[in-house]
């Protein structure tokens, strides 16, 4: 089992659309989760962060959290061709004895007009 | 802040030859990770450091590969010999308060190994 997993895609949806990212992780006990945005041939950037179990909304943004379920997720509300990028969830977690940062294989989404 | 710096952007070697990439992190940040992204095994953390002390290299492939970071405004990762399947694109990051932290990642350099 992958420490964090997310479907490939690649996930298409019209614009104007929600669309929804999901990511399931392996450690029970991982306390940080990040959605990482990346345009191609470009740097991963920071979409959003959350830490608590719940939702978190940041303009059109959601990320929400089950950490009972091991489940995090971002909407995208009125998605828009801009939006049109590989999003990686990563988890912070204790992995081959140190805590870091562990990035999923990353969701390619692409909103078609 | 101009964010995080790397270079070079594009690198083209041969097979044998020995590569130096280079980072600079966003001043004030104390820790600093290097990735190397492909497509077959994604993002992939090789080694960081907090306060220019190496804390995890679990994540460097093998001996060919070393990182140092001879001050805070600087790191170098070093591939001596190079070969054909380090071809990826590395990527720098740094953090201001932990390896939990949020990571801002510079443009990345992209290596090429003839």
């Known amino acids: 089992q992958k420490e964090v997993e997310q479907n490939s895609g690649p996930l298409s949806v019209p614009e104007g659309a929600i669309a929804s990212l999901n990511c399931t992780y392996s450690d029970r006990v991982s306390q940080s989760f990040f959605w990482y945005r990346q345009y191609s041939g470009k740097s991963p950037e920071l979409i959003m962060s959350i830490y608590s179990n719940g939702d978190k909304e940041d303009g059109r943004f959601t990320a929400q959290l089950n950490k009972a379920s091991q489940y995090v997720s971002l909407l995208i509300r009125d998605s828009q061709p801009s939006d049109s990028a590989t999003y990686l969830c990563?988890?912070?977690?204790?992995?081959?004895?140190?805590?870091?940062?562990?990035f999923g294989a990353g969701t390619r989404l692409a909103v078609h007009p | 802040d101009a964010g995080v710096i790397q270079s070079p952007r594009h690198e083209v070697t041969e097979m044998g030859q020995e590569v130096t990439l280079r980072c600079k992190p966003i001043s004030g940040h104390d820790y600093l990770f290097w990735y190397r992204q492909t497509m077959m095994r994604g993002l992939e953390l090789l080694i960081y450091?907090?306060?220019?002390?190496?804390?995890?290299d679990s994540g460097m492939p093998e001996d060919r590969f070393s990182a140092k970071m001879p001050n805070a405004s600087f790191s170098t990762l070093k591939i001596q010999p190079s070969e054909p399947r380090d071809s990826a694109v590395y990527f720098c990051?740094?953090?201001?308060?932990?390896?939990?932290?949020?990571?801002?990642f510079g443009a990345g350099t992209r290596l090429s190994v003839l």
């Open positions: 990563a988890v912070f977690m204790f992995s081959g004895g140190y805590n870091k940062l562990i």
């Open positions: 990051a740094s953090s201001q308060q932990g390896a939990g932290d949020i990571q801002y």
């Open positions: 450091f907090n306060n220019n002390v190496p804390i995890d």
